[in-house]
């Protein structure tokens, strides 16, 4: 018998069309997972947005939440899209795959603008340190010193996605690794639950061009040096909080509508609400040359977009026409205000 989640949807109702990335992809591992915590969390698939640029990370938004709307948007320009869509209709979820790429070199810009302005999405950055659909050249995120067959070497420091989040206002930054199945999907599934924008920094290995054991975004590289900060669950607001016996200490982070990220320390004490540790962390990494994943950064304090703007409870997309224009007396009325001026 097929299982079926709380509005009675199957896994599979949660699939989009079928992967033509390369086998072994880390992209297809991070699409897995949104269709597990989507399922999980028996997301309505209409209420959803997927937002997509340029790049094979951009691809892969076509292979989860078929159901859900979806908009392919240019190189680097997606986080404009998405600020429009959530002004025509806040009442919909972006959910934004994008790579390093799209978000780190040419949307750069725009993902700090997105962030700033607090607009509540779930942005995914599948990061791989090369630009994959395009043969393999560096990215803004590769590694300073990084060699590549075809690309030679790469003498630029790198862009941390994390820290560019966290300085422009986030509330949620997260890094993880697409062969940290679990974490990924506990990530995913607390973002959704997130009161503004929550990116996650996903470390996702490109088979083809940047997979040798010497780069830090391979799989041997993930598997041997990953670090997790914390052990991470999340439990929905619904579910009855038990007492966890395993060793470690424990810490609940409630979120604004009642769900809990429970953190459980491994083998460094990390406050996640403190701003400046966040910092000083991802810097420490750099510094030792470390991958830590986990929850990095919360704060959930600052207002979304919509609500600073003071938009109504009603989308704009849903209002009638006489509630968005003027009428033509209006319209001269205004206009004769501006002539007498």
Do not use: W
Not at 91 to 97: F, I, K
Not at 109 to 116: P, S
Not at 270 to 277: E, G, I, L, M, Y
């Amino acid at each position: 018998m097929t299982q079926v989640n709380a509005i009675g949807l199957s896994k599979a109702d949660y699939r989009g069309a079928p992967s033509t990335l390369c086998a072994g992809c880390g992209h297809d591992s991070v699409a897995s997972q949104i269709i597990a915590a989507a399922f999980e969390l028996s997301l309505q698939p209409h209420t959803v947005i997927r937002m997509s640029g340029i790049g094979c990370s951009s691809k892969s938004a076509a292979y989860f939440l078929g159901r859900s709307h979806g908009f392919n948007s240019l190189h680097g320009r997606m986080p404009s899209v998405t600020t429009g869509a959530h002004l025509a209709n806040h009442t919909l979820r972006p959910l934004a795959v994008s790579g390093d790429g799209d978000t780190a070199s040419i949307g750069l810009g725009q993902f700090i603008h997105l962030l700033r302005r607090n607009v509540p999405i779930v942005y995914i950055v599948e990061n791989n340190g090369v630009y994959g659909l395009t043969k393999g050249q560096f990215s803004a995120t590769a590694d300073e010193g990084q060699e590549l067959k075809h690309a030679g070497v790469n003498h630029l420091p790198p862009i941390d996605v994390c820290a560019e989040a966290i300085l422009a206002g986030c509330g949620f930054v997260a890094r993880s690794f697409a062969g940290d199945a679990r974490q990924v999907r506990e990530l995913i599934k607390a973002a959704f639950n997130v009161h503004g924008s929550a990116v996650i920094d996903v470390i996702s290995p490109c088979v083809t061009f940047n997979n040798h054991d010497r780069s830090t975004k391979s799989y041997t590289y993930g598997k041997t040096h990953e670090t997790p900060i914390h052990d991470i669950s999340f439990i929905p607001h619904y579910d009855e909080v038990t007492v966890d016996y395993e060793p470690g200490e424990v810490r609940d982070v409630q979120l604004h509508d009642g769900p809990v990220i429970r953190l459980r320390k491994l083998n460094r004490d990390h406050d996640p609400t403190d701003r400046s540790a966040a910092l000083a962390l991802l810097e420490q990494a750099r510094a030792n040359n470390e991958f830590v994943t986990g929850l990095i950064y919360l704060n959930e304090r600052r207002p979304t977009l919509a609500e600073t703007l003071g938009i109504g409870s009603t989308p704009i997309a849903a209002l009638p026409e006489d509630r968005l224009r003027p009428s033509r007396e209006a319209f001269a009325a205004v206009m004769a205000e501006l002539v007498d001026g």
